[in-house]
Every structure is written in C-alpha cells, then in structure tokens.
C-alpha cells in the first residue's frame, strides 16, 4: 500500500497555515473579567492603605508639618539636615551595621545546619521540623523571653561560676547590647534560610556526589568544589533577602533593649516611629522617604537575582 507524502510547497503551505492558526489563538486569548474583578478589592484595599499613605508622607517630608494644623513647604530642608544630623547618621550606621553581621551570621549557620539535616543521620526529619520552630514564633514574645534570660537567667548562672563578665546585663553594656540584638534575631531567622539552603542541597544531583567519592575526593573538597558552587544561587537569594528584612528590625529591639543604653541600638525605623510623637513629622518622613528608597533598590536586586536564579 503507497502512502503518499505531502510535497515540498504543500508541507509549507501546511506549516505556514498551522503558524496562523496558532498566532489568532495567541492573538484572541485574552483574561477572563472575573480576574479583574476579584483583583479589584485587593487593589483599592492597597491602594487606600499603602500607595495613597506612602505618597502623602512623601509630600509632607518637603513641609514642616508636625503631623496636623498648618504647614509651608520648606524643598528640601528636611533632607539636607539629616546629613548633618547625629542621631539619624548613628542610627544608619548601627542599623546597616547590625544587618551585615547578622546577615553574615545567619548565613553560616543556616549554611552549616542545612548540611548536617541532609547528610545520613538518624531523625533528620524530626531535626528539620525541631528547628524551623523559631520562624512561627512573634518577634516580641522571642525578644521579651530572651530580655527575662539576658537580664536575670544569664547573669546569675555566670556569677554562679565566677565568669565577672556576664555577671552583669549584656542588655545595660553600650559594648555588648548590639551582640545580643544579633544573637537574638539570628535565632529567629535562621530556620527561613535554612529551609532555602536545604532546597538548594538537595537539588544537587546524589550522581555528582558518588563520582567525586570515586575519584577520592574528601568531604571538605566535596563541599568546597560542589556544593558551594552549585548551590550560590540560593546563597546570593538568603544574602539579599536577608539583608533587606534585617534593615528593617524593628520588634526584637524594642523588646530587648528599647533601643538603649542611651540610644546605642537605636535603628533607624526606631527613629523614624519616635519622631512621629514628637513633633518631627515631615522630619522624619524625609528620613522614611530615603529609608525606603535604600529598601527599595534591593527589592530591585532581590527580585533580578530571584529571576535569574536558574542561572547560577
């Protein structure tokens, strides 16, 4: 039985007619109104309670208002005092300050577990569910625990010892205060990049593991020359992402230390809360309005690396 095949012009004819057919499919897909629609109370809710505050506060920040009553336009006087202004300046340096240690910190550690939970040991599972914990805890609860243990639990136990250092609250040292903000908040946002961290090891393939173990390669070349390298997207995700959410601590350090001694730890979303009841208003919508220019650059980073993830 012959079967006939189509020829040279008539194959074209028939691609050329398919490529058609699928560009007007392409071209009348259009979105169901019901989408709109159910987007809508979204958008007038974020809108209301979002886009139309932060655009107000923008405003306000080239006025002197006080936050209510008459106000005058005064450019940008607000924004060129706080480049001579003390307390706005330390407040940066201590909040960029905190973020890259405990970004660091968080990093390693998050890093490290994530390697021990995928290797062969007994009751990974449960270890996993045991330290992601933390993460469903409120941030003020964790730090008024850790302010009851800092000020009284951990003084005692080291006087107990001998150990004069601790003997006294780490929470009253300007020194040290900024040591226990960061032990604090990596307790708690250690297990978020730990769950990303254990995602991305095990996305490594176990084949690449075994024909490095053939070749003889130690476990520390393993990890240096495999792992590291096949896993840096998501380190540079957990880096990003965490930078920006530490930038903008705010709980763990009213609950610790109030942002004292003095105003040692005091960040600048602190700053910028505190002037709100005391007359800084505009003031200090300047301060928020650059605040949330620098969030905003690396929302713009975070979003071109978590993009181009597959990449790495």
């Known amino acids: 039985m012959a079967i006939s095949t189509?020829?040279?012009?008539?194959?074209?004819?028939?691609?050329?007619?398919?490529?058609?057919?699928?560009?007007?499919?392409?071209?009348?897909?259009?979105?169901?109104?019901m989408f709109h629609l159910f987007l809508l109370p979204t958008l007038i809710l974020f809108t209301l309670a979002i886009t139309l505050p932060a655009g107000m506060g923008i405003f306000y920040s080239f006025t002197d208002s006080i936050g209510f009553g008459e106000w005058s336009f005064v450019g940008l006087?607000?924004?060129?005092?706080?480049?001579?202004?003390?307390?706005?300046?330390?407040?940066?340096?201590?909040?960029?300050?905190?973020?890259?240690?405990?970004?660091?910190?968080?990093?390693?550690?998050?890093?490290?577990?994530a390697i021990t939970l995928t290797s062969r040991i007994r009751g990974k599972i449960a270890l996993r569910a045991v330290f992601?914990?933390?993460?469903?805890?409120?941030?003020?609860?964790?730090?008024?625990?850790?302010?009851?243990?800092?000020?009284?639990?951990?003084?005692?136990?080291?006087?107990?010892?001998?150990f004069t250092p601790l003997a006294s609250s780490v929470l009253s040292n300007p020194d040290l205060a900024w040591i226990a903000i960061v032990v604090v908040t990596a307790w708690q946002a250690v297990p978020s990049a730990l769950?990303?961290?254990?995602?991305?090891?095990?996305?490594?393939?176990?084949d690449v593991y075994e024909a490095a173990s053939l070749d003889g390669a130690s476990p520390w070349k393993q990890l240096r020359l495999i792992t590291l390298p096949l896993v840096a997207g998501y380190v540079l995700i957990n880096l990003v992402i965490g930078f920006k959410n530490?930038?903008?601590?705010?709980?763990?350090?009213?609950?610790?230390?109030?942002?004292?001694?003095?105003?040692?730890?005091?960040?600048?979303a602190m700053t910028i809360f505190s002037g709100f009841s005391s007359g800084d208003y505009a003031y200090q919508m300047a301060n928020a309005t650059v605040f949330f220019l620098i969030a905003l650059v690396i929302a713009l980073i975070q979003l071109r690396i978590t993009r181009g993830k597959a990449t790495f």
Do not use: C, H
């Not at 930038?247 to 960040?267: A, E, K, M, Q």
């Open 6 to 33: 189509p020829t040279l012009p008539e194959a074209r004819g028939v691609a050329s007619s398919t490529a058609q057919v699928s560009g007007t499919t392409k071209r009348k897909r259009r979105v169901d109104p």
């Open 246 to 268: 530490f930038l903008n601590t705010y709980d763990i350090i009213v609950g610790l230390t109030d942002g004292g001694p003095g105003t040692s730890t005091r960040s600048v």
């Open 77 to 113: 006087t607000n924004y060129a005092a706080m480049l001579t202004d003390p307390a706005i300046l330390t407040s940066y340096w201590f909040t960029i300050g905190f973020a890259l240690v405990t970004v660091i910190t968080v990093n390693v550690i998050a890093f490290l577990l």
């Open 195 to 206: 769950l990303i961290y254990i995602a991305g090891v095990l996305s490594v393939p176990g």
């Open 132 to 162: 992601v914990l933390p993460m469903v805890v409120s941030g003020i609860i964790i730090a008024f625990v850790f302010n009851f243990l800092f000020s009284n639990s951990l003084p005692a136990f080291a006087e107990s010892i001998g």
